[in-house]
């Protein structure tokens, strides 16, 4: 049995969530319930104890009550939480120890603070909602490629805008020699999606080895269909990169799919790079031949492995020792991070010395 106070019911509360959960696709219980905790919190206060009050909200008239249960005792030790078995046969007859009674305790000007309340909660919720709903659309494009729009460039860093939120394209994850103009179209790789209270934060980069892969995957078939693999990638973001290619199919040319027709596909990922040169070498599970392919477009006379140590001997042409090591060991390096080897490449009169 409970005792009850008359209260009008709040309709227009109700029409208000319902018109909030068909636009924001916020859940109308949701509200409901963040309301009903927001109005307990504001009870603990005048009822000392908040863990035998409770705050119902009429789901369909949007009415409020607020409820203290008590445990009916022959001899009351907290008058909180307890009812005197004689207090409780005169209020409720029938009732015996060791039952509970909800006694109504709704305050008088319960409705003006329920009315603030509602109003704090819905506004806060709406927007916690708003930045999950950002945070998961975001987050799915984590470790993925994201086209963005150049907005401007302040203090080394580009603005780009990723359709809903802004991200921050700083000089650590930007190529030295690419420069680009406002309202100008660009992908990029994201990194990392990070939830914060101002909304997703979305961190992009430009020289990520993956954004290479990424583009690839945009761009072939046989890559999408899972017929060609890249294995590995190693980048020098504006000036080259390697990728490993290999096929799971005999009758598909890795090399080939990835390069496209009169060189179609490599040459749209080159022109996303702003012409990084891309070498497509074909992954072998042999290390020596590995390595021989990974040092493309060098020829090798030979390889020698030593598979515990993790590293390789090159023998080269003479004519051929400049190419195979690179500008500045580039081509060398490189190789070496595709296959995971040291890779000591030498001429073959060094050799014969």
């Known amino acids: 049995m409970k005792k009850t106070t008359t209260q009008k019911g709040n309709p227009e509360l109700i029409e208000a969530l319902i018109a909030i959960e068909k636009e924001k696709d916020i859940s109308k219980e949701i509200l409901l319930e963040a309301i009903e905790n927001s109005l307990l ?21 949007g009415e409020f009550h607020v409820y203290q249960d ?5 001899e009351v030790e907290d008058a909180t939480l307890q009812m005197s078995l004689a207090e409780a046969e005169v209020k409720y007859p029938g009732t015996g120890a060791g039952e509970t009674v909800s006694i109504e305790v709704t305050p008088k000007n319960f409705g003006r603070i329920a009315a603030q309340k509602a109003k704090q909660v819905v506004v806060q919720k709406i927007r916690e909602e708003e930045r999950k709903v950002l945070y998961d659309q975001y987050y799915t494009k984590e470790k993925d490629i994201i086209t963005g729009t150049v907005q401007r460039y302040s203090n ?54 993956e954004l290479v892969k990424r583009l690839f995957e945009s761009e072939v078939a046989e890559i999408q269909s899972g017929v060609v693999e890249i294995k590995n990638v190693s980048r020098e973001a504006g000036s080259r990169s390697k990728i490993a290619v290999y096929s799971n199919n005999p009758d598909v040319d890795a090399v080939g799919a990835c390069v496209g027709v009169n060189g179609a596909r490599v040459n749209a990922v080159v022109d996303e790079l702003r012409g990084e040169k891309i070498d497509i070498v074909e992954w072998s599970e042999d290390p020596a031949i590995f390595i021989e392919h990974a040092l493309n477009p060098s020829k090798v006379v030979s390889v020698t492995v030593d598979e515990e140590e993790k590293s390789a001997e090159v023998i080269v042409p003479d004519y051929q020792l400049s190419l195979a090591i690179g500008k500045e060991g580039q081509n060398a390096r490189l190789a070496a991070k595709l296959t995971g080897y040291k890779i000591d490449i030498k001429s073959e009169s060094r050799v014969l010395e």
């Open 41 to 61: 919190a504001a009870c603990k206060n005048q009822f000392g104890k908040s863990d035998n009050v409770r705050v119902n909200l009429d789901r369909e008239t």
């Open 156 to 209: 080394g860093n580009y603005n780009i805008n990723l359709g809903k939120v802004d991200a921050m394209l700083t000089t650590q994850e930007q190529v030295p020699s690419e420069r680009f103009l406002p309202h100008e179209r660009i992908k990029l790789y994201v990194t990392e999606v990070r939830d914060t209270t101002r909304g997703p934060r979305i961190i992009i980069s430009r020289t990520h080895p």
């Open 70 to 74: 008590k445990l009916v005792v022959e």
